[in-house]
């Protein structure tokens, strides 16, 4: 049976909010599992995940899984009921170590329902999370930097900051342009599902990995897309794949990671349909450039703790953007874009409406409540 066996990362509780993370508007390709109220299923790195978590450990499970691109022409998929079929990958553009984060393992997996070793899996997640990053000290420090955080961030207390593809994060942001978020999470799944791999069916959801840039810049893409309701943002996303493909395609987002932040960002306007918001949540998600900071009017609002002579307009100048960038800078430092991560789940509704019904500060609540959540809220790219 799919989906039986669990795996482990050790990860404290304390270091690693599991809800707050996977749903708090940085990926859109997460949910509640059906089967389980504190599960989580969601696509990355072309597998796909069932997460939870112990007081101890991060748990997980593999429901299928894409070998890596032009891994030796060993073209199968694997689903974890152990069955296996033979493809012609279409995804041999992926540059690994920039999609998927780690290069393919040298061997096969002797586990007849995973393809990989062990090691692989819990490297990946290790990334995806940036588990090696001491979140406590970063806490201290930010608690120190200013009250605002102090005051508004107790409940949150291992909010971690996603390391996404960056094909994918910079798609899915192009589709949360004025949008909520039950609609992005959808016309994201509609890219996959028409443009991706397939990885394997399970409880009778078909899953698919993100499609490549080269997928998306096809001549008919734009028209394709308006039909499924994509709106203005079909051409964005053709035209962005397309120029991504003459500026490079991988090894582009590849120079973007070690160019200084303000250069990538720069680098990144040239695109069409990208603007600052999009790529400071780019910079930040994907990049490493983990002092980005991705600026809405609801960030916008947070930013007045900060800097009082904003007032109460809603309308973001090109100059009070950078102001308010610098200034979280100045005041977290080189991880502000981690900390303004944090201040924006912790302004949420739907996690103060949690936090208000559980009383306390013990970790997160395992009910779900993106139910709750009102249709038009605006996600922060």
């Not at 961030?153 to 960056?166: K, T």
């Not at 019904?357 to 970790?363: A, H, L, R, V």
Request: proline share 4%; aromatic share 12%; glycine share 6%.
């Amino acid at each position: 049976m799919a989906g039986t066996q669990w795996y482990k990362v050790p990860c404290l509780a304390r270091n690693l909010q599991l809800k707050t993370t996977l749903t708090g508007g940085q990926s859109f390709r997460w949910k509640q599992h059906d089967r389980a109220e504190d599960e989580f299923i969601g696509v990355f790195a072309n597998i796909v995940w069932i997460l939870k978590q112990t007081k101890t450990d991060l748990m997980y499970q593999i429901v299928g899984e894409l070998p890596y691109p032009n891994a030796n022409n060993r073209d199968v998929t694997k689903s974890v009921d152990g069955i296996k079929e033979s493809k012609s990958s279409s995804i041999n553009h992926n540059l690994a170590h920039i999609r998927l984060k780690i290069v393919e393992p040298e061997r096969y997996s002797s586990n007849s329902h995973l393809l990989y070793p062990l090691t692989y899996y819990e490297q990946l997640l290790r990334i995806y999370f940036r588990l090696d990053v001491d979140l406590a000290q970063y806490y201290r420090q930010w608690n120190q930097s200013h009250t605002h955080f102090e005051n508004s961030a107790g409940q949150f207390y291992a909010v971690r900051q996603l390391n996404q593809d960056p094909v994918e994060n910079l798609f899915s942001f192009i589709c949360s342009q004025n949008n909520n978020i039950s609609r992005i999470s959808g016309l994201v799944e509609k890219l996959c599902s028409n443009y991706g791999e397939k990885i394997c069916v399970y409880q009778g959801i078909t899953y698919y990995n993100f499609p490549g840039a080269q997928s998306l810049a096809l001549a008919q893409v734009e028209s394709d897309l308006r039909e499924m309701s994509f709106g203005y943002r079909a051409k964005y996303i053709q035209k962005s794949a397309e120029e991504i493909l003459a500026k490079g395609n991988l090894s582009w987002f590849q120079q973007l990671q070690k160019l200084p932040y303000k250069d990538a960002h720069k680098e990144l306007l040239t695109l069409t349909g990208i603007g600052p918001k999009v790529a400071d949540c780019i910079c930040l998600m994907s990049l490493n450039h983990l002092q980005a900071i991705p600026v809405d009017t609801h960030v916008f609002q947070i930013a007045r703790n900060y800097l009082p002579h904003l007032g109460r307009g809603k309308n973001i100048t090109g100059k009070m953007y950078v102001e308010i960038g610098d200034k979280f800078r100045d005041i977290y430092g080189p991880l502000a874009g981690w900390a303004q991560t944090v201040l924006f789940c912790a302004d949420l509704r739907q996690f103060k409406e949690n936090v208000k019904s559980e009383g306390d500060k013990s970790p997160p609540s395992t009910v779900d409540n993106t139910k709750n959540q009102k249709p038009n809220k605006k996600m922060k790219c």
